[in-house]
């Protein structure tokens, strides 16, 4: 399985920015995929997440300004990133979840994007 995230850079404030992740090896379309993000010197959060029939749900300091949606033609993933803040600068990870049972999955992840927010 593999993961390839694209789309980060630097933005000013306010600015917009759209992610995107095309994922290979496993059944896209029954999969829940999400959006991870790590600031220096912090924890790894859940950003987004969309489930294979396309529940979505956000992080609270993310709601109203980021949407995250699929292709399922393309095997991609995207986060649309609006009225970005200097708080948002993180390393942007796209990840993907393989279901095998209730409590059993594999999750895989993509190698990281910067999205750096800064005047």
């Known amino acids: 399985v593999q993961l390839q995230a694209s789309g980060g850079g630097l933005v000013q404030p306010g600015g917009s920015l759209r992610l995107s992740c095309v994922v290979s090896?496993?059944?896209?379309?029954?999969?829940?995929v999400s959006w991870h993000r790590q600031a220096p010197g912090k924890q790894r959060e859940l950003v987004a997440r969309?489930?294979?029939?396309?529940?979505?749900n956000y992080a609270a300091s993310v709601k109203g300004r980021f949407t995250i949606s699929r292709d399922n033609t393309k095997n991609t993933v995207s986060l649309q990133m609006n009225s970005l803040k200097p708080e948002d600068t993180a390393v942007y990870f796209c990840?993907?979840?393989?279901?095998?049972?209730?409590?059993?999955?594999?999750?895989?992840w993509g190698q990281g994007t910067l999205v750096t927010v800064s005047s």
């Open positions: 990840s993907a979840r393989r279901t095998y049972a209730a409590t059993s999955y594999t999750d895989y």
């Open positions: 969309i489930t294979s029939g396309g529940l979505t």
């Open positions: 090896g496993l059944i896209f379309n029954s999969n829940t």
